[in-house]
Nanobody, 127 residues
Framework: QVQLVESGGGLVQAGDSLRLSCAAS????????MGWFRQVPGKEREFVAF????????YYVDSVKGRFTIARDNAKNSVYLQMNSLKPEDTAVYYC????????????????????WGQGTQVTVSS
């Protein structure tokens, strides 16, 4: 079982940057694909970014392409989400998720694809 803990959220102004971190424990994440999701009250949890086990393949929701970057450091058992040019519509609770996968080429973008979740970190972007 892998445990995930997010950090790095906060209150920023539009145009600012934040870097979210997701620290894993219990198992090495090198066997897991990782994703970031976000959720605002009253809405479904939304896929944000995906990274495969090696870090060589990433995928983003259209609304964050060119602004957000997902990365991983398997040696540190951590995943990151660099968020630049933040907008008020990026305000949400951000969740890290993990799924054990043997596939290097498959992309996972659905909530139900993931087996393990962190508790979330709040990101608030003021205009």
């Amino acid at each position: 079982q892998v445990q995930l803990v997010e950090s790095g959220g906060g209150l920023v102004q539009a145009g600012d940057s934040l870097r979210l971190s997701c620290a894993a424990s219990g198992r090495t994440i090198s066997d897991y694909v990782m994703g970031w999701f976000r959720q605002v009250p009253g809405k479904e949890r939304e896929f944000v970014a995906f990274i495969n086990r090696s870090g060589g393949s990433t995928y983003y929701v259209d609304s964050v392409k060119g602004r957000f970057t997902i990365a991983r450091d398997n040696a540190k058992n951590s995943v990151y989400l660099q968020m630049n040019s933040l907008k008020p519509e990026d305000t949400a609770v951000y969740y890290c998720a993990a799924r054990r996968s043997m596939y290097l080429s498959r992309t996972y973008v659905q909530q139900n694809d993931y087996e393990h979740w962190g508790q979330g970190t709040q990101v608030t972007v003021s205009s």
